[in-house]
């Protein structure tokens, strides 16, 4: 399987840094990944403290794996043993072709510690704090109310399949865990979105290039970003009045 030769030859390499421990979260973790589709999410856990030359290496095996198609569909966060505690740090991470910092955020600490992959090392359970559910309830809310509501305003990146899908998906998947306390995958997510109200049009069209197989001609992306922006304002708009 590509996927699985793409994670043998990063870990082969990742093992010059001397990872404690790599995990998956996500799709790869969650039973609900497509190749050449989903991201291939991880966390690498270096001992510390990451210093230029640490830095300088992950960047140099990330560009080592450009070869690989599915390689742009890999991201790695890179915490150490000190930096873990706080779910607001930010870590050296590699995304979308170059190093940022990012957070390991709670939903992604929840997801590591209910069903993580474990690809090397300690488990992580043994590296990570519980994440209450109080505390994932407010970052749930937060993300809907400071980061997906203001870009429901922006119309033109609802004409992108990558804002619809993640914006509907995202939306079903905070009210599930800010209703029933648990986490469920974005297959899962597009099951919710009819009783929850949304555009049963745009759902469909949602499901058709996500899952297949293919149907009729897909929707006209002005349509479908018209009718996504309706729906979500609104209902994010009452998600988080109701929970926060």
């Known amino acids: 399987m590509p996927t699985e030769a793409l994670?043998?030859?990063?870990?082969?390499a990742l093992a010059r840094l001397r990872p404690l421990a790599v995990w998956a979260h996500g799709s790869l973790a969650g039973g609900d990944y497509q190749e050449g589709r989903s991201d291939l999410d991880l966390i690498a856990v270096l001992p510390g403290p990451l210093g230029p030359g640490t830095v300088w290496r992950a960047a140099?095996?990330?560009?080592?794996l450009r070869a690989d198609p599915l390689a742009a569909k890999l991201h790695c966060s890179y915490p150490t043993p000190g930096t873990l505690d706080d779910p607001e740090r930010?870590?050296?991470?590699w995304a979308h072709g170059r190093l940022a910092r990012r957070p390991v955020t709670p939903v992604t600490r929840r997801e590591?510690?209910?069903?993580g992959r474990v690809l090397r090392g300690e488990p992580p359970a043994a590296l990570l704090?519980?994440?209450?559910?109080?505390?994932?309830?407010?970052?749930?809310?937060?993300?809907?109310?400071?980061?997906?509501?203001?870009?429901v305003d922006d119309a033109r990146l609802w004409r992108q399949d990558v804002w619809v899908d993640?914006?509907?998906?995202?939306?079903?998947?905070?009210?599930?865990?800010?209703?029933?306390?648990r986490l469920i995958s974005k297959r899962e997510a597009l099951a919710e979105l009819p009783a929850l109200g949304a555009p049963a049009e745009v759902?469909?069209?949602v499901r058709r290039?996500?899952?297949g197989p293919p149907g009729p001609a897909p929707l006209d992306n002005g349509r479908r970003a018209r009718l996504t922006r309706a729906y979500l304002g609104p209902a994010i708009d009452r998600l988080t009045g109701a929970y926060g």
């Open 209 to 211: 290039r996500r899952y």
């Open 7 to 12: 994670l043998e030859a990063f870990l082969d």
């Open 112 to 115: 590591l510690l209910g069903f």
């Open 166 to 181: 993640l914006g509907l998906l995202t939306f079903a998947r905070a009210t599930v865990t800010l209703r029933e306390g």
């Open 60 to 64: 140099t095996l990330h560009h080592g």
């Open 203 to 205: 759902v469909e069209d």
């Open 129 to 151: 704090p519980p994440v209450p559910d109080g505390q994932l309830a407010a970052f749930v809310v937060r993300d809907q109310r400071a980061f997906w509501r203001p870009a």
């Open 90 to 93: 930010r870590h050296l991470t």
